[in-house]
């Protein structure tokens, strides 16, 4: 056998090694590589920013724990955005069922800066039905959601008096990892009643949905971990995402060499008459 | 009995929330919004309770599991006491108290993220196993997916300063034609699919072919 055929068969355990190492030495001694914010992430932050005092923003928790590393960062930073604009008044819930138990954890960690809960914002919790949900919630708030997560009747919180449909809602953000997540919303939310949308999403799914960037049906996305270390530095705020792009930057340089190796070994291997 | 109710409730039900999505007919009680309303409120509750008869689908499964002694059978039990424990505080003690966000911090997070981040391993040996360049359609993908790899990536704007702007180009361009050709056909597929369970040629969805 020769050294190509053995680096072409190589042990998938050495491969997980060399990983974790790589991986590992970044998120124990940071580096802090320069970052370039992309126009995507950009276009949430401005339109956050440029929200008046009193506007009614949802965010709609629609992840669970398994891509809790790569969209926990995102909420993060889009909650901290939220909670620095005086007046805003910030609905969570969730069309995934283990949503709102994230966006508590999230509330107990962050600095609402005086925001006070009924008042300034609510957690309303998980309706189950995917899209069948979402269409109820835009169509009858307090019906989809008679009490909170928190078991209060949603008539004795103030901030909820004035907000019945998606028609008083001026943006909604999902952080949505899966089905139901962008489609869904575009179809029941942002189309029928014009609600502004934007979505924090696992990177694999960003490229399905950039169409809907590019033809304005949202105003921009949080693309993976990335795109909460991008946002955590338009807030200048350091978080678990910036420190982790170190080790993503590295585990992309792992498997870029890896498959520079694989290929060299395949042709220099094949043109030997080895491998195939 | 059995085909004609769900069929003719189903294309009743259809037609009234398809209507109302672009039409606005009548007032109060007896407008099309008013019926499409109640009857998504009747599918949450249908949803809700299916959660229910999934939750006791689930427990009879793996009762049958650890029964027969199947491979992994301890799994299951393992499965079935979660399932309880986690079933009973949450419904006796609300899933705000202490005690279920301890199991909840403790077992389910680590463990749901832990199984998602060991995609990177297998990422990881797939790519080096199966990203060779065999052919032109492979050499394609393997360049393109190296570039936005690249341009994806903090250290890659290091390497290569155009990186960044040549990957945001493969997004826009190909990756945005494709995807969009993808969007249409299944939302085409989707129209059509739901035109037949409307009037009742498909119904697969009632357990028959």
């Keep these: 056998m020769s050294v190509w055929d053995k680096l072409l068969s190589l042990d998938r355990r050495w491969i997980y090694l060399i990983l974790f190492v790589v991986v590992s030495y970044p998120l124990l001694f940071p580096i802090g590589l320069p970052l370039t914010v992309s126009r995507e992430t950009h276009r949430v932050y401005d339109y956050i920013e440029s929200l008046p005092p009193e506007s009614v923003v949802v965010v709609s928790f629609d992840y669970s724990p398994s891509s809790y590393a790569e969209q926990h960062p995102q909420a993060v930073a889009i909650m901290n955005h939220l909670m620095r604009k005086p007046g805003v008044k910030i609905i969570c819930t969730a069309f995934w069922e283990q949503g709102p138990m994230l966006c508590e954890e999230l509330l107990e960690s962050i600095d609402t800066h005086g925001k006070e809960y009924g008042k300034d914002y609510v957690n309303l919790g998980f309706v189950p039905g995917g899209e069948t949900a979402m269409s109820a919630f835009a169509g009858d708030i307090p019906k989809t959601f008679p009490v909170d997560h928190r078991k209060n009747p949603i008539d004795t919180l103030p901030m909820m008096a004035d907000i019945k449909t998606a028609n008083d809602i001026d943006f909604f953000i999902s952080i949505a990892a899966g089905s139901p997540g962008v489609p869904e919303i575009v179809r029941q939310i942002e189309g029928p009643y014009k609600v502004p949308f934007a979505a924090g999403l696992v990177a694999i799914s960003v490229p399905i949905s950039m169409p809907y960037v590019q033809s304005g049906q949202m105003v921009g996305l949080l693309a993976g971990l990335r795109g909460a270390a991008e946002y955590e530095q338009l807030l200048d705020m350091k978080g678990t995402a910036t420190v982790g792009m170190d080790a993503i930057s590295f585990s992309h340089i792992v498997v870029l060499v890896f498959i520079i190796i694989s290929n060299v070994a395949y042709f220099l291997g094949r043109h030997k008459g080895g491998a195939k | ?209």
Excluded: C
Excluded at chain 2, 15 to 22: A, C, G, M, Q, T
Excluded at chain 2, 67 to 75: A, E, F, L, M, P
């Design chain 2, 1 to 209: 009995m059995k085909k004609e109710v769900p069929t003719i409730t189903t294309f009743v039900v259809g037609v009234i929330v398809i209507l109302d999505y672009f039409f606005q007919l009548g007032t109060g009680t007896l407008s099309l919004e008013y019926f499409s309303r109640e009857i998504q409120n009747w599918m949450l509750i249908v949803a809700a309770f299916a959660m229910g008869l999934a939750a006791i689908n689930l427990i009879r499964l793996h009762v049958v599991q650890i029964r027969q002694r199947k491979t992994g059978w301890y799994n299951s039990v393992a499965l079935i006491i979660t399932l309880v424990v986690m079933s009973i505080i949450g419904i006796s003690m609300g899933t705000d108290s202490p005690l279920y966000r301890y199991w909840y911090n403790a077992l389910l997070v680590p463990i749901d993220a832990t199984i998602f981040s060991l995609l990177a391993f297998y990422i990881t040996s797939a790519a080096y196993r199966a990203f060779r360049a065999r052919n032109f359609d492979a050499a394609v993908l393997l360049v393109t997916a190296f570039i936005v790899m690249l341009g994806r990536a903090p250290i890659g704007e290091q390497i290569w300063s155009s990186a960044p702007s040549v990957a945001n180009w493969i997004m826009d361009y190909p990756n945005m034609a494709g995807q969009r050709g993808i969007i249409i056909g299944s939302a085409i597929g989707a129209v059509s699919l739901g035109l037949r369970i409307l009037v009742g040629m498909e119904r697969t969805y009632l357990g028959q072919d």
